[in-house]
């Protein structure tokens, strides 16, 4: 029997080196942007990563990189209150969202930030994938869901990528997988690959490399 989401394979030769060259060169902070009207021109793709705070957002996408400082990673959840883009030499934009679920900030602060959230996710045109950022530890829950709906409403292709993996052991990350392929098994916008990684130890890095280099 197949199974349901498998883990994405790693890459072989040819798709490791496309990826490895994307994010060789000259990867940069573009702007941070607090409203619809301030986002760049739809002049090329992007993808964008969501999450909940303080899933390790930032550390994933600095991995991603190479540079250690290029997305601000906090121990205080709800920092990253903008549209964050960074650009590739010749690829795709990264697009880096602003966390959900519980900030450190005022209820008003926090609804103006998951309001623009939600209207990027549903009305970015060149958005060609969103990874949907989930921690091994706990797996996905209500309020990642109700992302994941936005974005099958949006017919918004997301993939989910585990994040912090070396942080539990392999029977809890089995017990985690088998939750997320049975609450990914009832979006159908979702991709039908899960990507496993650790920042901190380079887990998954090269694959989510990968899988961004071939996006066309």
Partial sequence: MTLSFPLAPEPDDFARERGRLLFAGDVGFLK??????????????????????????SSLINALTG???????????????????????????????????????????????????????SGRQT???????????????????????????????FQVVMTKADKVSLKDRDKILAQVRAALAK??????????TSSEKGDGIETLRALIAALE
């Fill in 32 to 57: 941070g942007v607090v409203a619809m009207d301030g986002l760049p021109p739809a002049d090329r793709l992007e993808v964008c990563f969501a999450g909940r705070s303080n899933v390790g957002k």
């Fill in 127 to 157: 958005l060609r994938r969103a990874f949907v950022l989930i921690d091994t530890r706990h797996g996905i829950k209500a309020v990642d869901e109700e992302i994941l709906t936005l974005l099958d409403k949006s017919a918004v292709t």
């Fill in 67 to 121: 540079r250690r400082n290029l997305a601000r990673a906090s121990n205080t959840p709800g920092r990253t209150q903008e549209i964050n883009y960074f650009t590739t030499p010749g690829g795709p934009y990264l697009v880096d969202l602003p966390g959900y679920g519980f900030a450190e900030a005022p209820l008003q602060v926090v609804k103006k930030w998951q309001a623009l959230l939600k209207q990027y996710l």
């Fill in 187 to 196: 979006h159908p916008a979702a991709y039908p690959e899960i990507v496993l």
